[in-house]
């Protein structure tokens, strides 16, 4: 655990608009030197802005998605390029609201996270079982296929996150048990290791998603093989993401 840098990752979702850069610029105030790496992804239209109110402080900027392709007729979407144009050094791929309402594959993950790498972007793949895939089958065949699936042979422990988002645990309130989490956690550690060899499969960062807020980061953050969090609704305050950063 000693070589991998622990990080605190905030996905903001479809929230904030210009204003909400105030919080940034507090967060950024209140973390001079954090000792971890503190990521913050929030919507398109904020990436540049988001950059600059950061303006090489101590938190990293990132997309939400990106197109596979570099460019061309893709209405609406943006490429791993343009993010990293805007000034971005990471990208959210396979979030379950992705592979949920824009109906994302692991394969199509595994496209995108392929051409982020190629464009420099550090990569935060997701990937979590609904709660009925929890109940019906074994959970880590689940994320096993995922796993495989998602990410690409480019990867390594600087260019690739792996972020365990139990679905049912996302936005809800609801988290699994540390045990639960635990499994999981060395399961995908496991696999990356027979997958890329133990250097490179020890360096990945591995994230819990899910419900996290001040109040449960300690005990998440004490589990084994977990690094971080990837934090929904408690990372779009400073008030509510500072004390998270403060417990990793
Ligand atoms: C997420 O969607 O990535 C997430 C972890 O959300 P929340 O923290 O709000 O559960």
């Not at 824009?102 to 979590?128: F, N, P």
């Amino acid at each position: 655990t000693g070589m991998r840098r622990k990080l605190a990752a905030g996905n903001w979702k479809m929230n904030g608009t210009s204003a909400a850069l105030g919080e940034l610029d507090m967060l950024a105030t209140s973390h001079p030197a954090p000792g971890v790496d503190i990521l913050v992804c929030p919507p398109a239209t904020l990436v540049s802005a988001a950059v600059r109110t950061v303006d090489n402080r101590s938190i990293r900027i990132g997309g939400q998605d990106c197109h596979s392709e570099t460019n061309g007729a893709h209405t609406g979407d943006i490429s791993a390029a343009m993010l990293r144009d805007a000034g971005a050094t990471a990208v959210i791929l396979g979030h379950s609201e992705r592979r949920a309402s824009h109906h994302e594959t692991s394969e199509d993950v595994r496209a995108k996270a392929r051409s982020a790498q190629k464009a420099g972007l550090m990569t935060v793949i997701c990937l979590g079982e609904s709660l009925l895939q929890r109940q019906a089958t074994n959970t880590l065949d689940i994320i096993g296929a995922q796993l495989s699936l998602s990410v690409p042979d480019s990867s390594n422990g600087q260019n690739l996150v792996i972020a365990y988002e139990p679905i049912w645990a996302i936005g809800s309130g609801m988290t699994p048990t540390p045990d639960q989490i635990g499994e999981v956690h060395d399961f995908m550690r496991d696999r990356l290791e027979q997958r890329f060899g133990s250097g490179v499969g020890r360096s990945v960062r591995l994230l819990y998603g899910g419900s996290v807020k001040a109040a449960n980061a300690a005990e998440i953050f004490g589990i084994s093989n977990v690094d971080g969090a990837l934090v929904g609704g408690a990372s779009l305050t400073a008030a509510d993401f500072g004390p998270i950063i403060a417990a990793l």
